[in-house]
């Protein structure tokens, strides 16, 4: 598993390279930050983890995580227009496209049908449902669980920094993340997971130190 687990994160690092050429020439001007990739190995790291909390093999739980978003990454093929559209229905595109890909490198047919559950199954950000089946459990959970850890927050400031469309005042940043602590509860609230739910509450709590922590040092308030 560990050598199709190569081969997808190889497959997926160069497709997030394109997918950041393809927006910079869009946008006529380099982007200091690759949000796609840096959110992809945020949740790959995790849904490793979890995996092994859960007795499920890391490796598909990591090819599967590579390629959730699979169809947010542009292809040079489409117009700008029919990449968002197809953006828009990234799970269910992401799925069929992710289960191209493995059957072209020989990955085991009855993984390849997982895998594209799993994707297919990661859309949204709040649920009010338990997903039981163990690999599309573990791509849900760490998918979100990178979005409210210390990382997303992290990642969130990237992504604005490199829309270049404002001015960034660090201390309005901080005090603006506090607005979504009733999402990140809601989302933590949607995880399939026990071992999710734990984790967020660790990386949740952990964000909110290092916003306040930032916040003092940022108003002069440190001692």
């Known amino acids: 598993m560990e050598f199709y687990e190569t081969q997808v994160e190889e497959y997926m690092r160069r497709r997030c390279r394109e997918h950041l050429k393809l927006q ?6 380099p982007l200091a930050f690759d949000y796609r990739l840096e959110h992809t190995l945020t949740a790959v790291g995790i849904a490793g983890d979890l995996a092994a909390e859960l007795g499920v093999d890391p490796a598909l ?8 978003d699979i169809a947010k990454c542009w292809d040079p093929s489409l117009s700008p227009e029919d990449n968002r559209l ?9 799925g069929e496209e992710a289960a191209i890909f493995l059957d072209s490198i020989g990955f085991p047919p009855g993984l390849v049908l997982q895998v594209q559950q799993a994707i297919a199954a990661h859309a949204g950000l709040i649920k009010d449902y338990i997903i039981h089946e163990p690999l599309s459990a573990i791509v849900w959970d760490a998918d979100k669980l990178s979005k409210v850890s210390g990382a997303g927050m992290l990642h969130y400031l990237g992504k604005i920094l490199s829309g270049g ?4 005042d660090l ?18 609230n949607s995880f399939n997971t026990e071992a999710a739910r734990l984790r967020a509450d660790r990386e949740m709590a952990a964000a909110v130190r290092l916003r306040s922590q930032m916040l003092a040092v940022l108003r002069g308030n440190h001692p």
């Open 165 to 168: 469309n404002e001015r960034i």
């Open 171 to 188: 201390a309005s940043f901080l005090v603006d993340e506090e607005d979504w602590k009733e999402l990140h509860q809601g989302i933590r």
């Open 61 to 68: 739980a990591k090819i599967a995580t590579w390629l959730h």
């Open 86 to 94: 197809r953006g828009e229905k990234h799970a269910s595109a992401g």
């Open 24 to 29: 910079e020439k869009l946008l006529n001007r």
